[in-house]
C-alpha cells in the first residue's frame, strides 16, 4: 500500500515538473520568431545567438518575457553591453550582420526591440513590424539600414522611442508621424532624408527630443503655432540640413526647451527677440547660415543659463551685448572674432 502511494506521489510530482516546463515554455510564435530573426544573422562576434538553445527563449540572452503569459516583451542585443555580475562586469563591443527577420512580427507582445550600434544590421525596416502595437521603443541606430521609413511604423502608437539615426534611410519623413502621440524622443539624424519636415510633428504632443540633424531636409522650420503644443520639448537639433527661410517667433513659445541647435543650414533673417522667453536655455547654435543682424537681441540677455554659443559665419555687424560678460556658465562660444571683448574670462573661443 505504502509503496502504491509512493508511486503516485512521484507520479505527481512529474506531472507538476512537466506542467511547469510546459508553462515556462516559449510560446509557438515566439520562439519561430526569434529562431527566423537568428536565421537571418550571418555573424554574430558575441556569440549570443549561438546560445539561443532549445524552446526555454525566456532564458535566452537578451530575451525578457512577462512573468505571468511568457511571451516576450524585450529583444535587447546592443552592440555595446555589459556582461558578467555588480561586481565584476565585463563592457563588451560587438557587432552583428545580416537583416531583421519579417517574423519578428510573430511576437505580439513585444515592448522593447533594442539592436543599436551592431554596425552591420542592412536590409529594410520590416513591414511587419506595424502588428507590434504594444512596441514602446525601438531602437536601431548605428547600422546600415536602408530604404524608407515603412508606414506600419507610423501606427505604432504606444512608441515612445524611435531612433533610427546613423543609418542609410532615404525618403521622406512621413506626415503620418502625427500618429505617435506617445512619442517623447525621436532621433533621425545623420541619415539621407529629403524633403520638408513634416508641419505634423508639431502634434507630437508628449515629445521632449528631436534629432534631425545631419540629413538633407529642406523648406522652412516648422514650429508649434501655440505653447501647448510641445509643453515638454527640451532639445531641437536640426543642424547640417538645407533649411532655408527665418528663424520663427514662435521660437519663443519653446520656453521648456535647453538645447537649440540650427547651425549649418541656410537660414535668413534675424535672431527673433522671442528667443529670450526661453529661460533655460543652456547651449544655442545658430553658426554658418546666412543671418544679418545689427547685434544679437538684448532680450538674449535673460538667457543667464547658456553655456554654449555659437554665433559666427553670419551677418552681425554690431557689438555683442555687455551682459555676456555676467553669463556664469558661459563655457563655449563661437562669435565674431573682434566681438569677443565682451565675453567672460576662461571662455573657451573656437
Known amino acids: ?13 512529474s506531472l507538476m ?26 555573424s554574430d562576434t558575441s556569440g549570443r545567438l549561438s ?7 525566456c532564458n535566452w540572452p537578451g530575451i525578457s518575457c512577462n512573468s505571468t503569459t511568457y511571451r516576450v516583451v524585450q529583444i535587447y542585443l546592443p552592440g555595446h553591453y555589459v556582461s558578467g555580475d555588480d561586481e565584476s562586469p565585463n563592457f563588451v563591443s560587438s557587432t552583428m550582420s545580416g537583416s531583421i527577420s519579417p517574423s519578428i512580427s510573430l511576437l505580439t507582445s513585444l515592448q522593447v526591440i533594442d539592436l543599436n550600434k551592431l554596425v552591420g544590421l542592412t536590409g ?22 536602408s530604404s524608407t521609413i515603412p508606414e506600419s511604423v507610423f501606427t505604432l502608437t504606444s512608441l515612445t522611442t524611435l531612433n533610427l539615426e546613423n543609418n542609410h534611410l532615404t525618403g521622406e519623413i512621413s506626415e503620418n508621424i502625427c500618429n505617435l502621440q506617445a512619442l517623447q524622443k525621436l532621433f533621425l539624424s545623420n541619415n539621407s532624408f529629403t524633403g520638408k519636415i513634416p508641419l505634423s510633428i508639431t502634434k507630437l504632443h508628449s515629445i ?5 540633424e545631419k540629413n538633407q531636409l529642406g523648406g522652412e522650420i516648422q514650429l508649434p503655432l501655440t505653447p501647448s503644443q510641445w509643453p515638454s520639448i527640451k532639445t531641437l537639433s536640426l543642424d547640417n540640413n538645407a533649411l532655408t527661410g527665418v528663424i520663427p517667433d514662435s521660437i519663443g513659445y519653446l520656453t ?3 538645447s537649440l541647435s540650427i547651425s549649418n543650414n541656410q537660414l535668413t533673417g534675424s535672431i527673433p527677440s522671442s528667443l529670450g522667453n526661453i529661460k533655460q536655455l543652456q547651449m544655442l547654435k545658430v553658426n554658418n547660415n546666412n543671418l544679418s543682424v545689427e547685434t544679437l537681441p538684448t532680450t538674449m540677455c535673460g538667457l543667464t543659463e547658456l ?16 551682459c555676456l560678460s555676467s553669463f556664469k556658465y558661459l563655457l563655449d562660444v563661437d562669435v565674431p572674432f573682434k566681438r569677443t571683448a565682451t565675453l567672460p574670462m576662461g571662455v573657451q573661443k573656437q
Do not use: R
Open 208 to 212: 521632449s527630443t528631436i534629432h534631425l
Open 124 to 145: 529594410q525596416i520590416p513591414e511587419s513590424i506595424g502588428v507590434l502595437k504594444d512596441l514602446k521603443e525601438l531602437n536601431l541606430q548605428t547600422n546600415q539600414i
Open 51 to 57: 546560445k539561443w538553445i532549445g524552446q526555454d527563449c
Open 307 to 322: 553655456s554654449v554659443l555659437y554665433v559666427s559665419q553670419n551677418k552681425i555687424h554690431g557689438p555683442l551685448p555687455g
Open 256 to 258: 521648456t526647451l535647453s
Open 1 to 13: 500500500m505504502a509503496s502504491h502511494q509512493f508511486i503516485c506521489f512521484l507520479a505527481m510530482i
Open 17 to 42: 515538473i512537466i506542467n511547469i516546463s510546459a508553462n515556462n515554455a516559449c510560446h509557438p510564435d515566439d520562439l519561430k520568431g526569434l529562431n527566423d530573426f537568428k536565421a537571418g544573422i550571418h
